[in-house]
């Protein structure tokens, strides 16, 4: 909808076709900063007659609008709308010409998500319509939904179909429906579907639809990302949906992806970057899972994942401490699983993250903070009724998180941040030999690092924590720290065999720095390329963190089990500016077998004192490498 807008902040209170004193022009869709920290905005814009004929039908589509939505048109109330994620939609009588206005309120509800806290910027939470803005032409009969739930039924697959037909003169007809695979050869199918619908009114049609021989869309790494397009059709007028057949749950400790035991490696993503971006940085990281932490990206997120084989967590949009209405944040789950839940790559949904913070001030090291994490997570009081109840509104075969945060909360996926919170990174095994539990599904872990070294102090962080932790405004040892940490604590968690790990977080949300691997403009820092390497599908690890390591172990995340040669190289370190260079060390190598989805402890190396260690794991296909330095 290609229009100028103008906008204003009005009085969240006020009532009537909204009017602020002062217009403004914005670009829409957007987050206008001007309006950064407002608690209301109107916005406006005018447009001719859309229609070229009388008997056409004007549709307004508003994607995006956060958080709660009222919509006037000509000086009438069209309506309001209050989940963000779901597009609203109005049909409208148009004038010849259309006084289009609509009014963003911040939420006055938990559900705010992430954005209502201060982990992201003002101007991230700008009350407005941010993904999209369309005007539909449709006849006086058309296709008003079509909504697709794949699910996998042993050796066969099914799709149930919903199609939603609105028409004015009402019919008793049939819809065509066909489905057919998108870019590989399998079989299709095509049937019709009667529907009846009296005039003035609309009506949903159902029908399952069974694929035989099924091809199943699969993580990055692990198979290829087969996807099936159904298309609905109606006279004149049809539209499409596209979907896969991917089913993750819960075994006990274990993660089962279509069935097959799976480990899932990835970054929690704050709202604010480029969907595209933030997915092909994650694949380059050798990542095969994002959670959207505490908020719903727009659908180009999701589809950006299908298409490059990236699980989903997605969370509903509910952070922090205090009590929520419980029959809300079912409608949402409902919501949420209707408007995305035909997406193959969403893989869990979250419901209530990081309710309680056990640990607002740092703890150090050593045996007493061990006893102090002990008794605060011990002392943490966290009611999971009402999180859980707004999980079982999600689909029976959906996989639902409740409750994810820090120990002490009874979490169903663990936010662990040794190395910040408490003690060194390498407390990460202590807390993991307490916690057993905490190690099968870990949500968030990480630190902080600076991007630039201009003294900027804003950020999403504690820097009273990392200036605890790093003792410096030097950008390169901030980042070095958080390198250090986020390897040891994701190697760790491989070796231990986690189901599931995701860093908190892929990319800053401010420029002067953060939790993310990258810097707000996109820029990596150092952490990116450990964390890279700590991913990759296959790789050797030492056993244990640098300086207590006795062993190397070699773990493998594929569906088929590798066979090669693993090198190591011991040796002095050069400094952090030269981690590729081993010098006057010992050199071995040996032959190493890696079942599939296990790991290998490979006994003939030995790690005497060393500055710097490298290992390679070479295979038929590629050849894997990494450092350590001490």
């Given at each position: ?26 670009e ?40 709660h939505?009222?919509?006037?048109l ?88 919903a ?43 159902r029908?399952?639809?069974?694929v ?86 727009r ?18 949009p ?178 231990r ?69 693993l090198?190591?190289s ?16 010992t050199?071995g ?20 004192d ?21």
């Open positions: 909808m290609a229009v100028e807008w103008t906008a204003g902040t009005v009085d969240p209170s006020s009532s009537g076709q909204p009017a602020p004193d002062e217009w403004t022009a914005v829409v869709p957007g987050r206008p900063e001007r309006f950064a920290g407002a608690a209301a905005v109107a916005y406006r814009t005018t447009f001719p007659d859309p229609r070229s004929t009388d008997d056409q039908r004007a549709i307004l589509e508003l994607y995006g609008t956060y958080a939505a009222e919509v006037w000509n000086g009438d109330r069209l309506g309001t709308h209050d989940a963000y994620f779901v597009p609203a939609r109005f049909e409208f009588e148009p004038e010849a010409e259309n006084d289009l206005r609509v009014i963003c309120r911040a939420p006055t509800d938990r559900f705010g998500g992430v954005q209502a806290t201060d982990r992201v910027p003002d101007e991230t939470a700008v009350p407005g319509i941010w993904w999209d803005v369309a005007l539909r032409i449709r006849p006086p009969t058309y296709v008003a939904d079509l909504s697709l739930a794949p699910r996998r039924t042993g050796d066969a697959a099914e799709i149930d179909v199609v939603t037909v609105d028409s004015l003169e009402g019919i008793d007809d049939r819809v065509t429906l066909s489905l057919r695979p998108e870019g590989f050869r399998g079989g299709g199918a095509m049937e019709r579907l009667p529907i009846e619908v009296p005039p003035g009114d609309r009506a949903t049609a029908r399952t639809i069974e035989r021989d099924p091809r199943y869309w699969w993580p990055n790494g692990l198979g290829e990302q087969h996807r099936y397009v159904v298309r609905a059709k109606l006279g004149d007028h049809e539209t499409t949906a596209t979907t896969g057949f991917c089913d993750v749950e819960r075994d006990g400790e274990a993660l089962l992806v279509n069935g097959e035991p799976a480990a899932l490696r990835g970054f929690d993503v704050l709202p604010g970057g480029d969907p595209a971006a933030d997915v092909e940085a994650a694949v380059a990281a050798n990542a095969n899972l994002l959670r959207a932490y505490g908020h719903v990206p659908r180009a997120f999701h589809e950006a994942c299908t298409e490059a084989g990236l699980l989903v967590w997605q969370d509903l509910l952070v922090g401490a205090g009590p929520f209405d419980v029959e809300r944040g079912r409608t949402l789950a409902r919501a949420l699983a209707d408007e995305y839940g035909q997406e193959p790559s969403v893989a869990a949904y979250g419901v209530h993250a990081d309710p309680v913070d056990p640990f607002p001030d740092p703890i150090g090291g050593g045996r007493l903070s061990r006893l102090r994490v002990r008794w605060r997570a011990w002392r943490t009081s966290y009611d999971r009724g009402p999180a859980e109840r707004v999980a079982d509104a999600f689909p029976d075969d959906a996989l639902a998180l409740p409750v994810s945060g820090k120990p002490g909360t009874a979490p169903d996926a663990a936010s662990l941040y040794p190395g910040w919170d408490f003690g060194a990174p390498a407390d990460v095994e202590w807390l993991l030999d307490r916690y057993p539990s905490a190690g099968e599904l870990v949500g968030e872990f990480g630190a902080a690092a600076l991007a630039r070294g201009d003294g900027n102090r804003s950020g999403d962080f504690d820097w009273t924590v990392h200036d605890a932790r790093v003792g410096s405004d030097d950008p390169e040892a901030s980042q070095t720290y958080q390198a250090r940490l986020l390897k040891t604590i994701a190697e760790t968690l491989r070796r065999g986690s189901a599931l790990q995701a860093a908190y977080c892929l990319r800053d949300p401010r420029p002067a720095g953060g939790m993310g691997v990258l810097t707000a403009d996109g820029d990596r820092k150092r952490a990116f390329e450990a964390v890279a390497d700590s991913f990759e599908p296959v790789q050797a690890f030492l056993d244990g963190p640098p300086g207590n390591a006795d062993g190397v172990v070699l773990r493998n995340d594929t569906r088929t089990a590798v066979e090669g040669t090198t190591w011991i040796g002095e370190s050069n400094g952090p500016g030269a981690a590729t260079e081993v010098s006057d060390g050199d190598s040996v032959e190493a077998t890696v079942p599939a989805g296990g790991r290998t402890r490979v006994e003939e190396v030995e790690l005497p060393a500055g710097a260690i490298e290992l390679e794991f070479a295979t038929e296909d590629r050849s894997v490498r990494n450092e350590y330095l001490f």
